[in-house]
Protein backbone atom coordinates (compact mmCIF):
# COMPACT_ATOMS: atom_id res chain seq x y z
CA UNK A 1 0.00 0.00 0.00
CA UNK A 2 2.58 2.27 1.18
CA UNK A 3 4.62 1.58 -2.40
CA UNK A 4 1.19 2.23 -4.26
CA UNK A 5 0.30 5.29 -2.24
CA UNK A 6 4.40 6.53 -2.83
CA UNK A 7 3.64 5.49 -7.07
CA UNK A 8 0.30 7.77 -6.90
CA UNK A 9 2.18 10.72 -5.46
CA UNK A 10 4.95 10.06 -8.13
CA UNK A 11 2.36 10.18 -10.46
CA UNK A 12 0.28 13.38 -9.84
CA UNK A 13 3.55 15.46 -8.68
CA UNK A 14 5.18 14.36 -12.59
CA UNK A 15 3.93 17.21 -14.70
CA UNK A 16 5.43 19.84 -11.89
CA UNK A 17 8.38 17.53 -11.12
CA UNK A 18 9.13 17.18 -14.25
CA UNK A 19 9.03 20.75 -15.20
CA UNK A 20 11.76 21.36 -12.28
CA UNK A 21 13.97 19.08 -13.64
CA UNK A 22 13.89 20.32 -17.19
CA UNK A 23 14.46 23.73 -15.17
CA UNK A 24 17.02 22.84 -13.93
CA UNK A 25 18.76 21.05 -16.70
CA UNK A 26 18.68 24.39 -18.75
CA UNK A 27 21.14 25.88 -18.66
CA UNK A 28 22.17 29.33 -18.43
CA UNK A 29 23.26 29.96 -22.04
CA UNK A 30 20.07 27.82 -22.94
CA UNK A 31 17.79 30.24 -21.17
CA UNK A 32 18.93 33.21 -22.92
CA UNK A 33 18.68 31.48 -26.37
CA UNK A 34 15.23 30.38 -25.30
CA UNK A 35 14.33 34.09 -24.15
CA UNK A 36 16.11 35.67 -27.13
CA UNK A 37 14.33 33.24 -29.33
CA UNK A 38 10.53 33.80 -28.18
CA UNK A 39 11.01 37.79 -28.49
CA UNK A 40 12.66 37.61 -32.08
CA UNK A 41 9.76 35.28 -32.95
CA UNK A 42 7.11 38.13 -31.85
CA UNK A 43 8.92 40.75 -33.36
CA UNK A 44 8.67 39.33 -36.31
CA UNK A 45 5.04 38.83 -36.35
CA UNK A 46 4.85 42.48 -35.12
CA UNK A 47 6.60 43.43 -38.49
CA UNK A 48 5.07 41.23 -40.87
CA UNK A 49 1.60 42.88 -39.81
CA UNK A 50 3.02 46.07 -40.16
CA UNK A 51 4.25 45.50 -43.48
CA UNK A 52 0.84 44.26 -44.97
CA UNK A 53 -1.37 46.76 -42.98
CA UNK A 54 -3.01 48.72 -45.71
CA UNK A 55 -4.04 51.96 -43.92
CA UNK A 56 -2.59 54.34 -41.00
CA UNK A 57 -5.44 52.82 -38.74
CA UNK A 58 -4.04 49.13 -39.70
CA UNK A 59 -0.23 50.54 -38.99
CA UNK A 60 -1.77 51.83 -35.73
CA UNK A 61 -3.76 48.85 -34.13
CA UNK A 62 -0.49 46.86 -34.94
CA UNK A 63 1.51 49.19 -32.74
CA UNK A 64 -0.59 48.84 -30.45
CA UNK A 65 -1.65 44.98 -30.29
CA UNK A 66 1.26 43.60 -31.74
CA UNK A 67 4.48 45.13 -30.35
CA UNK A 68 5.92 42.89 -28.02
CA UNK A 69 5.90 44.27 -24.41
CA UNK A 70 9.57 43.69 -23.62
CA UNK A 71 8.77 43.90 -19.43
CA UNK A 72 8.93 40.42 -18.77
CA UNK A 73 11.73 39.05 -21.27
CA UNK A 74 13.61 41.99 -19.35
CA UNK A 75 13.07 40.48 -16.26
CA UNK A 76 14.03 37.34 -17.53
CA UNK A 77 17.52 38.47 -19.12
CA UNK A 78 18.45 40.71 -15.80
CA UNK A 79 18.15 38.01 -13.57
CA UNK A 80 20.69 35.86 -15.77
CA UNK A 81 22.86 38.74 -15.85
CA UNK A 82 22.78 39.01 -11.91
CA UNK A 83 23.20 35.76 -11.80
CA UNK A 84 26.46 35.30 -13.87
CA UNK A 85 27.94 38.83 -13.95
CA UNK A 86 31.23 37.97 -14.90
CA UNK A 87 30.40 35.10 -17.37
CA UNK A 88 29.76 35.46 -20.97
CA UNK A 89 26.14 34.58 -21.09
CA UNK A 90 25.51 37.61 -18.60
CA UNK A 91 27.46 39.93 -20.49
CA UNK A 92 25.08 38.75 -23.48
CA UNK A 93 21.62 39.35 -21.10
CA UNK A 94 23.02 42.59 -20.12
CA UNK A 95 24.12 43.76 -24.00
CA UNK A 96 20.28 42.12 -25.24
CA UNK A 97 18.79 44.20 -22.24
CA UNK A 98 20.36 47.64 -23.17
CA UNK A 99 18.74 47.01 -26.50
CA UNK A 100 15.08 46.54 -25.31
CA UNK A 101 14.88 49.70 -22.80
CA UNK A 102 13.08 52.15 -24.84
CA UNK A 103 10.69 54.24 -23.47
CA UNK A 104 9.83 55.33 -20.01
CA UNK A 105 8.34 51.70 -19.34
CA UNK A 106 11.61 49.97 -19.51
CA UNK A 107 13.30 53.49 -16.89
CA UNK A 108 13.42 51.05 -14.39
CA UNK A 109 15.08 47.64 -16.02
CA UNK A 110 17.60 50.27 -17.45
CA UNK A 111 18.53 51.76 -14.09
CA UNK A 112 19.01 48.01 -13.48
CA UNK A 113 21.02 47.59 -15.87
CA UNK A 114 23.24 50.80 -15.57
CA UNK A 115 23.89 49.54 -11.73
CA UNK A 116 24.83 46.22 -13.16
CA UNK A 117 27.50 47.65 -15.20
CA UNK A 118 28.73 50.18 -12.81
CA UNK A 119 29.29 47.47 -10.46
CA UNK A 120 30.76 44.70 -12.74
CA UNK A 121 31.99 45.91 -15.94
CA UNK A 122 33.50 49.07 -15.02
CA UNK A 123 36.72 48.16 -16.02
CA UNK A 124 36.52 45.31 -17.85
CA UNK A 125 37.88 46.67 -21.34
CA UNK A 126 35.93 43.83 -23.26
CA UNK A 127 32.54 44.85 -22.07
CA UNK A 128 33.12 49.20 -23.91
CA UNK A 129 31.17 48.27 -27.25
CA UNK A 130 27.86 47.97 -24.86
CA UNK A 131 28.16 51.23 -24.61
CA UNK A 132 27.07 51.68 -28.13
CA UNK A 133 23.53 50.09 -27.32
CA UNK A 134 22.94 53.02 -24.84
CA UNK A 135 23.39 55.31 -27.84
CA UNK A 136 20.88 54.13 -29.65
CA UNK A 137 17.91 54.88 -26.82
CA UNK A 138 16.03 58.08 -26.47
CA UNK A 139 18.24 60.11 -25.12
CA UNK A 140 17.71 61.03 -21.45
CA UNK A 141 19.42 62.57 -18.69
CA UNK A 142 20.28 59.58 -16.46
CA UNK A 143 21.61 57.84 -20.09
CA UNK A 144 23.57 61.37 -20.07
CA UNK A 145 24.76 61.00 -16.57
CA UNK A 146 25.45 57.31 -16.84
CA UNK A 147 28.05 57.71 -20.37
CA UNK A 148 29.85 60.67 -18.43
CA UNK A 149 30.30 58.55 -15.38
CA UNK A 150 31.31 55.60 -17.04
CA UNK A 151 33.93 58.13 -18.83
CA UNK A 152 35.15 59.82 -15.38
CA UNK A 153 35.38 56.84 -13.87
CA UNK A 154 36.71 54.06 -15.52
CA UNK A 155 40.44 53.37 -15.29
CA UNK A 156 40.51 51.77 -18.72
CA UNK A 157 41.36 53.46 -21.84
CA UNK A 158 38.98 51.64 -24.29
CA UNK A 159 36.36 51.60 -21.92
CA UNK A 160 36.91 55.22 -21.67
CA UNK A 161 36.95 55.71 -25.80
CA UNK A 162 33.79 53.95 -25.64
CA UNK A 163 32.20 56.23 -23.07
CA UNK A 164 33.37 59.38 -24.99
CA UNK A 165 32.05 58.04 -28.54
CA UNK A 166 28.66 56.77 -27.05
CA UNK A 167 28.02 59.64 -25.09
CA UNK A 168 28.99 61.92 -28.56
CA UNK A 169 26.09 59.91 -30.30
CA UNK A 170 23.63 59.67 -27.68
CA UNK A 171 24.11 64.11 -27.65
CA UNK A 172 23.49 64.22 -31.67
CA UNK A 173 20.46 61.53 -31.05
CA UNK A 174 19.27 64.50 -28.76
CA UNK A 175 19.88 67.16 -30.90
CA UNK A 176 17.61 65.74 -33.65
CA UNK A 177 14.97 65.46 -31.56
CA UNK A 178 14.88 68.66 -29.95
CA UNK A 179 15.05 69.71 -33.37
CA UNK A 180 11.91 67.64 -34.38
CA UNK A 181 9.88 68.36 -31.00
CA UNK A 182 10.67 72.49 -31.81
CA UNK A 183 10.08 72.12 -35.31
CA UNK A 184 6.12 70.45 -34.29
CA UNK A 185 4.82 72.31 -30.96
CA UNK A 186 1.33 70.84 -31.75
CA UNK A 187 2.42 67.45 -31.52
CA UNK A 188 3.60 67.70 -27.83
CA UNK A 189 0.62 65.71 -26.49
CA UNK A 190 1.43 62.70 -28.76
CA UNK A 191 5.17 63.29 -28.23
CA UNK A 192 4.99 63.30 -24.23
CA UNK A 193 2.53 59.88 -24.10
CA UNK A 194 5.61 58.47 -26.49
CA UNK A 195 8.55 59.86 -24.59
CA UNK A 196 7.28 60.45 -20.99
CA UNK A 197 6.82 64.25 -19.62
CA UNK A 198 10.58 63.78 -17.59
CA UNK A 199 12.09 62.90 -20.98
CA UNK A 200 10.25 65.52 -23.38
CA UNK A 201 11.39 68.07 -20.55
CA UNK A 202 14.42 67.53 -20.64
CA UNK A 203 15.08 67.09 -24.47
CA UNK A 204 12.76 70.37 -25.05
CA UNK A 205 15.52 72.10 -22.46
CA UNK A 206 18.43 71.40 -24.87
CA UNK A 207 19.70 73.41 -27.52
CA UNK A 208 20.61 71.24 -30.70
CA UNK A 209 23.91 73.39 -31.83
CA UNK A 210 25.05 73.10 -28.31
CA UNK A 211 24.62 70.06 -28.21
CA UNK A 212 25.95 68.96 -31.81
CA UNK A 213 29.49 71.43 -30.69
CA UNK A 214 29.77 69.14 -27.53
CA UNK A 215 29.20 65.87 -29.78
CA UNK A 216 32.16 67.14 -31.98
CA UNK A 217 34.41 67.81 -29.18
CA UNK A 218 33.80 64.12 -27.95
CA UNK A 219 34.56 63.05 -31.09
CA UNK A 220 37.53 64.64 -31.88
CA UNK A 221 38.78 63.91 -28.31
CA UNK A 222 38.03 60.09 -28.81
CA UNK A 223 39.73 59.86 -32.41
CA UNK A 224 42.98 62.22 -30.79
CA UNK A 225 42.93 59.51 -27.75
CA UNK A 226 42.53 56.27 -29.84
CA UNK A 227 46.25 55.63 -30.44
CA UNK A 228 46.37 54.72 -26.65
CA UNK A 229 44.01 51.51 -27.21
CA UNK A 230 45.36 48.48 -25.88
CA UNK A 231 43.20 46.80 -28.04
CA UNK A 232 42.09 46.84 -31.91
CA UNK A 233 39.23 49.17 -30.48
CA UNK A 234 41.55 52.09 -31.08
CA UNK A 235 41.28 51.91 -34.68
CA UNK A 236 37.76 50.84 -35.21
CA UNK A 237 36.74 53.53 -32.95
CA UNK A 238 38.43 56.19 -35.48
CA UNK A 239 37.09 54.61 -38.05
CA UNK A 240 33.65 55.02 -36.37
CA UNK A 241 34.47 58.72 -35.92
CA UNK A 242 35.53 59.50 -39.38
CA UNK A 243 32.38 58.39 -40.61
CA UNK A 244 30.40 60.51 -37.62
CA UNK A 245 32.66 63.62 -37.93
CA UNK A 246 31.68 63.25 -42.39
CA UNK A 247 27.67 62.43 -41.01
CA UNK A 248 27.75 66.00 -38.60
CA UNK A 249 29.32 68.33 -41.09
CA UNK A 250 28.66 67.07 -44.54
CA UNK A 251 25.11 65.13 -43.99
CA UNK A 252 23.23 67.77 -41.69
CA UNK A 253 20.04 69.97 -42.62
CA UNK A 254 20.68 72.64 -44.52
CA UNK A 255 23.73 70.87 -46.36
CA UNK A 256 23.86 70.32 -50.25
CA UNK A 257 24.20 66.21 -49.95
CA UNK A 258 27.61 64.81 -51.38
CA UNK A 259 27.45 63.62 -54.68
CA UNK A 260 26.93 59.47 -55.15
CA UNK A 261 28.64 58.10 -58.28
CA UNK A 262 27.94 54.24 -58.71
CA UNK A 263 26.07 52.48 -60.70
CA UNK A 264 22.84 50.68 -60.96
CA UNK A 265 20.88 47.42 -60.93
CA UNK A 266 21.87 47.10 -64.92
CA UNK A 267 25.41 47.67 -63.65
CA UNK A 268 24.56 51.56 -65.82
CA UNK A 269 26.05 54.64 -64.29
CA UNK A 270 24.38 56.48 -61.88
CA UNK A 271 24.89 60.02 -60.08
CA UNK A 272 22.47 61.66 -57.74
CA UNK A 273 23.60 65.23 -59.64
CA UNK A 274 21.44 63.69 -62.39
CA UNK A 275 18.40 64.73 -60.09
CA UNK A 276 18.89 67.81 -59.74
CA UNK A 277 15.48 69.33 -59.91
CA UNK A 278 14.01 66.73 -58.52
CA UNK A 279 12.82 66.26 -54.66
CA UNK A 280 14.64 63.41 -53.94
CA UNK A 281 13.91 60.71 -51.29
CA UNK A 282 17.16 58.78 -50.77
CA UNK A 283 16.24 55.57 -48.89
CA UNK A 284 19.03 52.88 -47.67
CA UNK A 285 17.14 49.88 -47.60
CA UNK A 286 17.44 45.88 -47.44
CA UNK A 287 14.85 42.93 -48.09
CA UNK A 288 15.81 41.35 -44.89
CA UNK A 289 14.99 43.95 -42.70
CA UNK A 290 11.45 44.00 -41.31
CA UNK A 291 11.69 47.63 -40.65
CA UNK A 292 12.33 48.33 -44.83
CA UNK A 293 9.67 46.12 -45.71
CA UNK A 294 7.47 47.29 -43.38
CA UNK A 295 7.93 50.96 -44.94
CA UNK A 296 6.61 49.20 -48.70
CA UNK A 297 3.16 50.33 -48.59
CA UNK A 298 4.32 54.24 -48.04
CA UNK A 299 6.80 53.87 -50.64
CA UNK A 300 3.96 52.51 -53.13
CA UNK A 301 1.95 55.54 -51.95
CA UNK A 302 4.65 58.08 -52.37
CA UNK A 303 5.16 56.57 -55.88
CA UNK A 304 1.63 56.80 -57.08
CA UNK A 305 0.64 60.18 -55.28
CA UNK A 306 3.70 61.95 -57.09
CA UNK A 307 3.80 59.89 -60.48
CA UNK A 308 3.58 62.56 -62.81
CA UNK A 309 5.40 64.98 -60.69
CA UNK A 310 9.32 66.17 -60.30
CA UNK A 311 9.57 63.59 -57.03
CA UNK A 312 11.83 60.60 -57.36
CA UNK A 313 12.76 57.71 -54.52
CA UNK A 314 16.43 56.84 -55.03
CA UNK A 315 17.59 53.48 -53.50
CA UNK A 316 20.89 52.44 -51.89
CA UNK A 317 20.73 48.29 -51.77
CA UNK A 318 23.84 46.41 -51.20
CA UNK A 319 22.10 42.68 -51.67
CA UNK A 320 22.21 40.40 -54.70
CA UNK A 321 21.20 42.64 -57.99
CA UNK A 322 18.62 40.16 -59.43
CA UNK A 323 16.97 39.74 -55.94
CA UNK A 324 16.63 43.16 -55.62
CA UNK A 325 14.72 43.67 -59.42
CA UNK A 326 12.53 40.97 -58.27
CA UNK A 327 11.43 42.41 -54.85
CA UNK A 328 11.17 46.14 -56.76
CA UNK A 329 8.61 44.04 -59.09
CA UNK A 330 7.30 42.28 -56.85
CA UNK A 331 6.14 44.98 -54.51
CA UNK A 332 5.43 47.49 -57.46
CA UNK A 333 7.96 49.44 -55.98
CA UNK A 334 10.71 49.80 -59.18
CA UNK A 335 12.50 53.05 -59.03
CA UNK A 336 16.16 53.83 -59.49
CA UNK A 337 18.54 51.95 -57.07
CA UNK A 338 22.05 51.94 -56.90
CA UNK A 339 23.81 49.00 -56.19
CA UNK A 340 25.42 49.00 -53.11
CA UNK A 341 27.57 45.82 -53.54
CA UNK A 342 29.62 43.75 -52.52
CA UNK A 343 27.96 43.99 -48.76
CA UNK A 344 25.11 45.07 -47.42
CA UNK A 345 27.34 47.87 -45.99
CA UNK A 346 28.82 48.81 -49.25
CA UNK A 347 30.62 51.93 -50.07
CA UNK A 348 27.81 54.18 -50.65
CA UNK A 349 26.43 52.60 -47.21
CA UNK A 350 29.70 53.35 -45.43
CA UNK A 351 30.40 56.72 -47.34
CA UNK A 352 27.42 57.89 -45.76
CA UNK A 353 27.60 56.94 -42.29
CA UNK A 354 24.82 54.55 -42.53
CA UNK A 355 24.39 52.10 -39.57
CA UNK A 356 21.06 51.45 -39.48
CA UNK A 357 18.04 50.67 -41.68
CA UNK A 358 16.08 51.97 -43.43
CA UNK A 359 17.94 55.28 -43.79
CA UNK A 360 16.16 57.93 -45.31
CA UNK A 361 17.02 61.95 -46.65
CA UNK A 362 15.02 63.51 -48.35
CA UNK A 363 16.52 66.27 -50.71
CA UNK A 364 15.22 69.56 -52.26
CA UNK A 365 15.00 70.38 -56.34
CA UNK A 366 18.57 72.11 -55.58
CA UNK A 367 19.91 69.16 -53.62
CA UNK A 368 20.04 70.39 -50.32
CA UNK A 369 18.93 68.16 -47.44
CA UNK A 370 15.93 69.05 -45.91
CA UNK A 371 15.79 65.91 -43.55
CA UNK A 372 16.76 63.13 -42.71
CA UNK A 373 13.50 61.04 -41.72
CA UNK A 374 13.80 59.24 -38.45
CA UNK A 375 10.67 58.32 -37.98
CA UNK A 376 8.72 56.36 -40.97
CA UNK A 377 5.28 57.17 -40.34
CA UNK A 378 6.21 60.81 -40.66
CA UNK A 379 7.89 60.13 -44.31
CA UNK A 380 4.78 60.99 -46.36
CA UNK A 381 4.25 64.16 -44.29
CA UNK A 382 7.91 65.18 -45.04
CA UNK A 383 7.51 65.22 -48.71
CA UNK A 384 3.98 66.40 -48.70
CA UNK A 385 5.74 69.57 -47.43
CA UNK A 386 8.72 69.80 -49.63
CA UNK A 387 6.34 69.16 -52.81
CA UNK A 388 4.21 72.11 -51.62
CA UNK A 389 7.23 74.73 -51.44
CA UNK A 390 8.49 73.57 -54.78
CA UNK A 391 4.95 74.09 -56.49
CA UNK A 392 4.50 77.48 -54.69
CA UNK A 393 8.25 78.03 -56.11
CA UNK A 394 7.23 77.13 -59.78
CA UNK A 395 3.68 79.53 -59.66
Known sequence: MQMLLSGVAWLTMTPFAVSIVQEQLTSPKQQYESIEKEYDQLLDHFYALLENAKTPQEKEKAHLEHFPNPAPFLKKMLQIASAHPK?????????????????????????????????????????????????????????????????????????????????????????????????????????????????????????????????????????????????????????????????????????????????????RRMKLSDYRGKVVLIDFWGDWSSPCRGMYATKRKLLEKFKDQPFVILGVNGDERDKVKKVLETQKLVSPTWSDQPTRNGPIAKSWNVNGWPTVYLLDDKGVIRSRIRISERIEDFVDEIMAEFKDKKR
Not at 124 to 139: R, Y
Not at 174 to 182: M, Q, Y
Not at 198 to 222: D, H, M, P
Request: hydrophobic letters at 40%; aromatic letters at 8%.
Open 87 to 267: EDVGYKALRWSVAQCQGTSQAPYLAEVMQLFKKHRLNDPEAGPMLQSFSHLIPNEDINQFLRYVLSKSAEIDMQLWAGYSLARMLLRAADLAEDIARNPKEAGVTEKILGKGILRWVSLQKSNALRREAEAFFERVSKDSGDSRTSDGAFLRLLVKGDLFELRFLAEGKVAPEIDGVDLEG
